[in-house]
């Protein structure tokens, strides 16, 4: 099935999106919750909804592989009565 260039334009714009996150791959980061340190491994494109995704490993406890949206990623939770950062880079 081809895709009709409207579709062809919007992935290449959730694409080119990748490359303006301020997440990079190689990148190491802490969760504000478990404390564990986790590896950025790539970044990538959420096929249905074209949302850009975080793909990280844990390098402190298993190798588990990870995906978040970039959204969930850099948002701001509640813990412990303060606002932090989901990740924080080390």
């Given amino acids: 099935m081809m895709l009709s260039q409207s579709e062809d334009s919007a992935k290449d714009k959730a694409q080119a999106k ?7 791959i190689g990148q190491i980061y802490t969760h504000y919750k478990a404390g564990g340190t986790y590896e950025i ?6 096929e249905d909804t074209l949302e850009p995704l975080v793909i990280y490993q844990a390098i402190d406890h ?3 592989v990870w995906a978040r949206t970039y959204a969930n990623w850099s948002e701001e939770v509640e813990y412990e009565g303060k606002t932090v950062k989901r990740f924080v880079q080390k």
């Fill in 41 to 46: 491994i790539s970044l990538a494109v959420k």
């Fill in 62 to 64: 298993g190798n588990t």
């Fill in 18 to 24: 990748l490359e303006e996150l301020p997440v990079k």
